[in-house]
């Protein structure tokens, strides 16, 4: 997989994963052209297009349309599975998840993808391995936080 | 201090988090870019602090405006700090952030080195992974480089969660650093068999994306993986196997041989359609590679295509697309297959979606035939009145027209009917295509002669009603067709019915609105409807009328803004005025003014001009005159960099001709001509083949036609062609029938069917309606096959493709950088990026291979299906080695040099000999195994399958290999559908140096009673880094008679029958000094000709063995002393015959 993008109806870009280096003007112009194109089809339409060298894979959840972009020789459906099994983890982790848990934990989404893809491969395949992980990872940042009190925070301590 | 502390957390207090900041951009929408800029400063602010906790909650806010397109770079350094920090919390956002940010020349990467290393180090497996998840999206050479080492330790770590991430980036570190890969790959080998399923898919996903990019490294994997295949259960981890194989099989034909039955069961049982979609596609791609010639796999294809169907059937619109997609896959291959699923097609071009409609079309491409044509274009053509949306229909004409025109119009049996669907086209509005649609108007008129008189008819009827077409201005792009009507009525003006209408026509004040071109063509063929109008009746009162119109309506032109009109008007407006003051003086002058447009042009091929041969002598790069002196030095340099480049790009290409190649080819294109019925440009005596064939002449649709005219082009025309061709091909059916139980006897001339021989006898029975005489485009005499294009350069994969067979050289571990630290602070002035392996370096000693050997030998074992001979464990270990080398007699020293003392030192039998070698490649052959046609059509089901094994010898690459046969009387090579007799088939793969691969080829015999020897030309490029080189070898085949033989068990009660029924004919023969044992002259009998033992008493033995054909061999062996006689029967004796004298054949020389 090349890159992952999120993003609403509106034509905002909600998330973002690269998995090659990938210059930032280039990225801004491949996403600006790419949102054109899927907004642009219809809801009967396949989620399936070709485009420049590669192949585009989206659906879209509620108001959020995922997008992928694999290689010539990928599987699309499989695609289509790792799209759907991140938004069941999402939807795990949020309980039942909306755009705006999205917007604004950001970073545990981007956390979650990154336990699940890591340089565009499917890390684990079990939706519950994934999970864990994500969980142990935030108690270990629960810990660091916890012990501080309000005074120790204030430095007074 | 302490001060400073308090006052940060206080500050920290009012400060945004990302919550706010997110609700604040929110709430400023009319002006986000202010608002952001002011956020910006507070955050710039924030990152100043000493606070770690401060900082990373800047960086977290940063993340977030990086991704709404605002710039961050400038504080990548306090991206570098929070990665450091101790806690995971802000640890995990500054890798976030970095992971985010960072790309290769992001200059501060290099600072993070050996946090990383410290990170991935760290005893919390979530420091360690949130560390490798970073790295694979901003790892660089230099950290790839560094850090190798330690991500390569990680692998074997005791926590599975690390050891699935590290062997996950290790393909990035691959990417980066390729000198990691051979030391590396031990390891990731390994973890294929890792005992947690997470590790496993994760080895599986690294090595098949490597294998994807560089498959022939990896072909000695194909067991393992195969294991895998058949024992895994997981579909994520199926799939990437099943493309891995479908990767490695172009490489190997045996593999997709044995793959074909695992996965055929998949595609049964799975219920997961990206699985089955997965092995359909790679059956697809198996077939494909095995398709050269082995009998095809129809059971799989039909498995392939009927699963395809299900899937278009489906109402989920993805799995629809995707089965249209792989249909069209394996449409290039498998035609027929496909074409049986027609209606399906047709009907998704009835599709809402545009993406699924746009497929079809692509599929609708290869699946026309004769037959179906004008029924698939008919469809279209309603496609196109209700297509909405000028794309889609423009998209639906051009299809059309391709489909129609495409390999030279070869499914066209009726051109007026074509002529019909081109005039209807031009009623579409606004569509762009109007000169396609003239091109093959013009295209279609000049090279099928025979239907110039309905085109010119056709064309003169659209030029009347020109208003038509040119009235809207939305119209604008299809008044081209214009230009083609005008040049067609011009240019065969003779067939015109009423030209001085046409002339008309062609001179209305309204045409000088059209475009300049089309005006200047209309200009310049008016003077050729003149000439023709003049020819036909001097002093008629026609000619005069074309006069008077001529030199009252040409002065519009010559006003015209448009210089080429302009130029032209005039200079026939003063020839019709000269012509005028000519025949005033009562000269005849219309044979002269028709000589003016004398001369037929014919189509030239669009690559002619770039293939003209540059003549001997001719040195375009030589100075035409000496280049002036060096005083100008400004000039001098663009004709420095023009003179460089010239001679690389045209030098090469000239080089690779020599002069015998030329006349070989020159004879090999003359030879195509004599027996392609399209070309009749090459002697009158081909001409006569036309006339030979069915009376097509008396075929009445040019008569009826005429009852039929056009008058206005917004009819429907091509309907009726349907109905026509219909009743037609009916009666044609009905006569043929008549004919061949009159003329039972009488032996038909080919006549044009022989160009399609393979096709179905359907498709052979359609007789054109026409004399189709397409001309060939013109060609230079020595046209060069364009050589093919190489892979990019730039492909970051490339680097990968490295030999992981070798065993590893001493200087091949990875740079490890233990403790160092401390040195590197003494003594500042070392390269702190150097890798430290400096002792091995000066003493660099490649490790012989020793052990590729034994593996990739394993590997061919392993997909050998070839008997291994009985008693070759006993012999050295190469004899139980398939390989050809064994038993070629090439193979210098191997053979065991011992004199033969013991029963089982014997050279081994091999199933393959050398047909050919030179210093390039060496053919092997194997000894032809038959495959008998179950059918068991006696006359032409006879198939024989040559395996041949081409092995590269030299140090280049080898590529377009094509394998040629010249085919005789008795044994053709059979050839894909479509191509001609003497069209060479393409081996389909290519070698790299040292590699081996195995074609096979079906060749059809006819008589098997004799042997046969077949010429053949193996041709193939020879490529080099600098130059590539066309080579070619000639072989012989020879087919023996044994060779049509079958192994064939009898027992001795049917063979007693056999010989006792009396249809046998007998014949003996006697070997003398024979000195081996018994029982080895029976195996050579029965390995070398294909018999079986039936019984064995003592010193005598029977034999049977039975034809591809179904004759009986029966042979009575007896021996005694050093004599051996033989005495056979057969109902064939010229067979017997032959048999025998290759039995005494194969016993002289040994």
Known sequence: MRFMLLFSRQGKLRLQKWYTATAERDKKKMVRELMQIVLARKPKMCSFLEWRDLKIVYKRYASLYFCCAIEEQDNELITLEVIHRFVELLDKYFGSVCELDIIFNFEKAYFILDEFLMGGEIQDTSKKSVLKAIEQADLLQEEDESPRSVLEEMGLA | ?1150
């Open chain 2, 1 to 1150: 201090m302490a001060l400073k502390i308090v006052k940060g957390s206080i500050d920290r207090m009012f400060d945004k988090n990302l919550q706010d900041l997110v609700r604040g951009i929110r709430n400023h929408k009319e002006e986000e870019a202010k608002y952001i800029s002011t956020c910006i400063d507070e955050i710039k602010q924030e990152l100043k602090q000493d606070n770690i906790a401060v900082k990373a909650n800047a960086v977290c806010k940063l993340t977030y405006l990086q991704m709404l397109g605002y710039d961050v770079s400038w504080a990548a350094f306090n991206i570098v700090e929070v990665m450091s920090s101790s806690k995971f919390t802000y640890k995990r956002i500054g890798y976030l952030a970095a992971s985010q940010c960072f790309h290769e020349s992001t200059d501060v990467i290099m600072l993070t080195t050996n946090q990383i290393r410290k990170d991935l180090s760290s005893p919390n497996q979530y420091d360690t992974g949130v560390a490798l998840t970073g790295l694979s999206c901003f790892v660089t050479p230099d950290l790839a480089r560094d850090l190798a080492n330690d991500i390569m330790t990680l692998m074997s770590h005791t926590k599975p969660y690390i050891r699935k991430k590290a062997v996950l980036i290790m393909y990035k570190v691959f990417l980066k650093y390729p000198e990691s890969l051979r030391p590396a790959f031990p390891r990731l080998k390994e973890k294929l068999e890792d005992p947690d399923p997470g590790v496993q898919s994760a080895a599986v996903n690294v090595i098949c994306e490597l294998a994807r990019r560089n498959p022939k490294n990896y072909l000695s994997l194909a067991p393992l993986f195969f294991k895998l295949m058949t024992s895994s259960t997981n579909n994520w981890v199926l799939i990437k196997i099943i493309k891995l194989f479908g990767a490695l099989t172009p490489l190997e034909p045996r593999l997709g041989k044995k793959l074909i039955e695992p996965l055929t069961n998949l595609i049964h049982s799975t219920s997961a359609m990206s699985l089955l979609y997965e092995c359909v596609n790679t059956v697809i791609a198996v077939l494909i590679s095995l398709s050269s010639g082995m009998p095809n796999h129809s059971a799989s294809i039909q498995l392939c295509v009927q699963k395809l169907r299900i899937l278009i059937e489906d109402s989920d619109q993805n799995l629809k697309y995707l089965g249209l997609l792989a249909m069209s896959k394996i449409l290039k291959t498998h035609p027929k297959s496909v074409q049986s699923h027609k209606d399906l097609i047709l009907q998704c071009l009835d599709d809402k979606d545009e993406s699924i409609r746009l497929r079809a079309l692509d599929l609708l491409y290869g699946m026309v035939s004769k037959k179906n044509l004008m029924e698939i274009v008919k469809k279209l053509m309603l496609h196109v009145d209700k297509a909405e949306g000028t794309t889609y229909r423009d998209e639906l004409l051009t299809k059309i027209i391709d489909i129609c025109s495409q390999s030279n119009y070869q499914y066209i049996t009726n051109f007026e009917w074509y002529i019909s669907i081109l005039v209807e086209l031009t009623r579409l509005e606004g569509t762009r295509h109007g000169h396609l649609i003239a091109s093959q108007m013009l295209d279609v008129a000049i090279r099928v002669k025979a239907i110039r008189g309905f085109a010119v008819a056709q064309m003169a009827t659209l030029l009347d009603n020109a208003h038509l077409l040119t009235g809207n201005v939305q119209r604008k792009g299809i008044c081209e067709v214009l230009y083609a009507a005008a040049w067609i009525c011009g240019e065969f003006s003779e067939h015109l019915e009423n030209p001085m209408q046409t002339l008309e026509a062609m001179l209305r004040p309204k045409v000088a609105t059209l475009p300049g071109h089309i005006q200047a063509v209309y200009v310049q063929n008016a003077a050729k409807l003149f000439a023709t109008v003049l020819k036909s009746g001097e002093g008629s009162a026609d000619s005069t009328a074309a006069q008077e119109m001529m030199i009252e309506r040409l002065p519009l032109f010559v006003q015209s803004a448009n210089l080429e009109v302009q130029e032209r008007a005039s200079c026939i407006l003063q020839l019709v005025k000269y012509i005028q003051k000519l025949q005033q003086k009562d000269v005849e002058i219309a044979e002269e003014v028709i000589a003016l447009f004398a001369g037929e042009l014919n189509p030239v091929a669009p690559k002619a001009q770039k293939k003209v041969p540059v003549p001997e002598g001719l040195d375009l790069d030589a100075w035409i005159n000496e280049p002036p002196s060096e005083s100008e030095s400004e000039d001098e340099q663009p004709r420095a960099i023009f003179s460089k480049e010239e001679p690389k790009y045209s030098r090469p290409r000239h080089t690779e001709v020599d002069e015998k190649e030329l006349a070989k080819r020159r004879e090999v294109r003359k030879q195509e001509q004599a027996s392609n019925p399209f070309y009749i440009k090459s002697s009158p005596s081909s001409q006569k083949v036309y006339q030979e064939g069915p009376g097509v002449e008396h075929i009445p649709v040019v008569q009826i036609d005429l009852t039929v005219p056009l008058k206005v082009p917004g009819l429907p025309m091509s309907d009726q062609y349907v109905k026509l061709e219909e009743e037609r091909r009916q009666k044609d059916r009905a006569d043929k029938k008549k004919k061949e139980k009159k003329k039972r006897k009488e032996k038909r001339g080919g006549g044009r069917g022989k160009k399609h021989d393979s096709g179905p006898e359907s498709e052979e029975d359609i007789t054109p309606a026409h004399m189709v005489d397409i001309v060939t485009e013109e060609m230079p005499e020595n046209a060069l096959p364009s050589d093919d294009d190489d892979k990019d350069p730039n492909d970051p994969h490339k680097a990968l493709d490295i030999d992981l067979d070798k065993p590893l050289a001493d200087n091949e571990k990875l740079p490890v950088r233990s403790h160092r630290a401390a040195e590197v602070l003494k003594s500042p002035t070392e390269d702190e990026d150097e890798p430290v392996v400096q002792s091995e370096e000066t003493s660099v000693v490649a490790a012989p291979p020793t052990s590729t050997t034994s593996e990739v030998s394993d590997l061919d074992f392993w997909l050998s299906n070839a008997p291994v001979p009985s008693n070759a464990q006993e012999a050295a270990p190469v004899a139980a080695d398939p390989v050809p080398e064994a038993a070629s007699g090439a193979a210098p020293d191997s053979e065991p040099e011992e004199p033969k003392d013991t029963e089982a030192e014997e050279t081994p039998m091999s199933n393959y000999c050398l047909l050919a070698e030179n210093s390039y490649i060496k053919m092997m052959l194997e000894d032809a195994d038959q495959v008998n046609d179950i059918q068991g059509n006696l006359q032409d089901g006879s198939q024989v399958v040559v395996s041949v094994i081409f092995e590269n010898k030299c140090e280049s690459f080898l590529k377009s290999m094509e394998f040629n046969v010249l085919d005789s009387l008795n044994s053709k090579l059979q050839r894909p559908e479509g191509s001609g007799a003497h069209d060479a088939l393409s081996v389909p793969f290519q070698l790299p140096p040292g590699v081996s691969n195995e074609a096979r080829f079906v060749f059809t015999m006819q008589s098997i009673v004799m042997p046969q020897k077949l010429k053949g030309t193996l041709t193939f490029i020879v490529k080099n880094e600098d130059s590539s080189t066309h080579e070619k070898l000639e072989f012989k085949l020879h087919f023996t008679c044994s060779s049509y033989l079958i192994t064939t068990p009898c027992y001795s009660d049917a063979f007693a029958k056999l010989l006792e029924s009396g249809d046998l004919k007998c014949s003996s023969v006697k070997l003398e000094g024979i000195s081996m044992p018994f029982h080895h002259l029976l195996a050579k009998i029965c390995f070398h000709h294909h018999f079986s033992v039936v019984e064995r008493i003592d010193s005598c033995a029977s034999m049977y063995s039975r034809s591809i054909q179904g004759h009986h061999v029966c042979l009575l062996v007896k021996t005694s002393e050093q004599t051996v006689s033989i005495d056979a029967k057969c109902d064939e004796p010229t067979l017997l015959g032959n048999v025998l004298d290759e039995i005494k054949q194969t016993f002289s020389q040994c």
